[in-house]
């Protein structure tokens, strides 16, 4: 065989498999959520795949999650899906909390003031960008 055959069919091996590996995402925006007081929990509207995607045979792979909070008070901020939330260290990230996961339920975002807070927040901004497997 030639060189230039042998070389066009591994490409043509190796694009199957760079497509797959390549993980597909998709983006979600929530409504702003009024954070009221430290002793309940406020959440977001929920944060799913558009419409057209097919999530039962999706798996999550990573999240990045984003918000906005007025300065002086950061609220206590945590990702959820319906079996766990994971706790959220700053208002941009990214979490492999739920890698693995089927994509079934749509995550959402919880709230909380902290200890001793008694000024209510406005958080806004919220979104995740969802990369899947």
Same mark, same amino acid.
């Given at each position: 065989?030639?060189?230039?055959?042998?070389?066009?069919?591994?490409?043509?091996?190796?694009?199957?498999?760079?497509?797959?590996?390549?993980?597909?995402?998709?983006?979600?925006?929530?409504?702003?959520?009024?954070?009221?007081?430290?002793?309940?929990?406020?959440?977001?509207?929920?944060?799913? +795949?558009?419409?057209?995607?097919?999530?039962?045979?999706?798996?999550?792979? =990573? *999240?990045? $999650? @984003?918000?906005?909070?007025?300065? &002086?008070?950061?609220?206590? +901020?945590?990702?959820?899906?319906?079996?766990?939330?994971?706790?959220?260290? =700053? *208002?941009? $990230? @990214?979490?492999?909390?739920?890698? &693995?996961?089927?994509?079934?339920?749509?995550?959402?975002?919880?709230?909380?003031?902290?200890?001793?807070?008694?000024?209510?927040?406005?958080?806004?901004?919220?979104?995740?960008?969802?990369?899947?497997?």
């Amino acid at each position: 065989m030639n060189r230039r055959l042998v070389r066009w069919l591994s490409g043509l091996i190796l694009v199957p498999a760079i497509c797959t590996a390549n993980p597909a995402s998709w983006s979600a925006h929530a409504k702003p959520v009024n954070v009221a007081t430290p002793q309940r929990y406020f959440l977001s509207t929920p944060l799913q +795949a558009p419409g057209n995607r097919t999530p039962s045979r999706e798996y999550y792979d =990573s *999240v990045r $999650w @984003r918000f906005e909070s007025p300065t &002086g008070v950061q609220p206590e +901020a945590w990702l959820c899906l319906a079996r766990g939330c994971d706790k959220l260290p =700053s *208002v941009t $990230w @990214r979490t492999i909390a739920f890698r &693995g996961r089927r994509i079934r339920e749509p995550l959402y975002f919880r709230f909380r003031l902290p200890r001793g807070a008694k000024q209510p927040v406005v958080v806004s901004g919220l979104q995740v960008l969802v990369n899947i497997r």
